[in-house]
């Protein structure tokens, strides 16, 4: 489980890239580099992360079901997503 102040800078970074979105793209459409590199650095959204909405974890994330491979585990194992089934043969 990653610690609170990383998800805390995760969900910080969130917030700013949806609050410059639309002025982000209008700079960019203008060409405006030196305009665009006066916005803070953490509202692109190339620094964003996807990370385990549950636990916070950044590796071995599932974009479809939005969670880490263990957590996708411990659901699909509890029956918490439809028609995922653990296989045996």
């Known amino acids: 489980m990653a610690k ?3 998800k ?3 969900r910080k970074r969130e917030a700013l890239v949806d609050k410059y ?3 982000r793209a209008a700079l960019k459409k203008a060409g405006d580099y ?3 590199s006066k916005l ?3 509202s692109s959204k ?3 992360r996807n990370r385990c909405k549950v636990t916070g974890r950044a590796r071995a994330y599932s974009r479809q ?3 880490s491979r263990l957590v996708f585990r411990e659901w699909a194992l509890d029956g918490k997503i439809p028609g995922v089934t653990k ?3």
């Open 4 to 6: 609170e102040c990383i």
């Open 21 to 23: 979105a639309a002025k």
């Open 8 to 10: 805390a800078r995760q």
């Open 65 to 67: 079901f939005g969670v």
């Open 87 to 89: 296989s045996s043969w």
């Open 40 to 42: 803070p650095r953490n």
């Open 34 to 36: 030196i305009g665009l």
């Open 46 to 48: 190339v620094r964003l």
